[in-house]
Antibody, heavy 118, light 110 residues
Framework: QVQLQESGPGPVKPSETLSLTCSVS????????WGWIRQPPGKELEWIGY???????SYNPSLKSRATISIDTSKNQFSLKLTSVTAADSAVYYCARLDAMGYYFDRWGQGTLVTVSS | QSALTQPASVSGSPGQSITISCTGTSSDVGSYNLVSWYQQHPGKAPELMIYEASKRPSGVSNRFSGSKSGNTASLTISGLQAEDEADYYCCSYAGSSTVVFGGGTKVTVL
């Protein structure tokens, strides 16, 4: 059974870049699509973007090009970078597997809380 | 790309049925049968309950069912149980390889 685990360096300062990695186990990353979703404390889910193993990507237009998702098939990992962060980017960040035929997320990581604070 | 509209809260007594609505537009829910529903307990990751508007993943109770009419999708929970108390989110394909989530609905079992 495919499992996902997010990891990151911890708190981020305003205007800096948030970097997270999702490690996939129990299956190859070289199939399916892989996405990032975030949830500010007490608020709703927000889709950030997704990537295919070929490297093709799609992003939420609301993030205005601040987000970049990349993939490393040799490590079975994919990553998120979000530039110029503000307090509004503080959230639990989830990585998930996306079924690209039905556009649904069928496997999720446990999530990691990222706080943006000076 | 605007969030799909869900009621903030829905409640019901054990054994009853409740329905959560998810209203979008002709650009998302209305144009595709690509609506999914997720259950999220406090402090936990979301879990897929319904996909492609009405299909249930293996392992999900048949008390959960989904439907869609026009720009509105719905999730019905029948035989409500205490363990169903959670937040529920809808999600739809929105064209141009994008997806959009709803604002979430808190289900309370009275």
């Amino acid at each position: 059974q495919v499992q996902l685990q997010e990891s990151g360096p911890g708190p981020v300062k305003p205007s800096e870049t948030l970097s997270l990695t999702c490690s996939v186990s129990g299956g190859s990353i070289s199939s399916n699509y892989w996405g990032w979703i975030r949830q500010p404390p007490g608020k709703e889910l927000e889709w950030i973007g997704y990537i295919y193993h070929s490297g093709s990507t799609s992003y939420n237009p609301s993030l205005k090009s601040r987000a970049t998702i990349s993939i490393d098939t040799s490590k079975n990992q994919f990553s998120l970078k979000l530039t110029s962060v503000t307090a509004a980017d503080s959230a639990v960040y989830y990585c998930a597997r996306l079924d690209a035929m039905g556009y649904y997320f069928d496997r999720w990581g446990q999530g990691t809380l990222v706080t943006v604070s000076s | 790309q605007s969030a799909l509209t869900q009621p903030a809260s829905v409640s019901g007594s054990p054994g009853q049925s409740i329905t959560i609505s998810c209203t979008g537009t002709s650009s998302d829910v209305g144009s595709y049968n690509l609506v999914s529903w997720y259950q999220q307990h406090p402090g936990k990751a979301p879990e897929l309950m319904i996909y492609e508007a009405s299909k249930r993943p293996s392992g999900v109770s048949n008390r959960f069912s989904g439907s869609k009419s026009g720009n509105t999708a719905s999730l019905t929970i029948s035989g409500l149980q205490a363990e169903d108390e959670a937040d529920y989110y809808c999600c739809s394909y929105a064209g141009s390889s994008t997806v959009v989530f709803g604002g979430g609905t808190k289900v309370t079992v009275l």
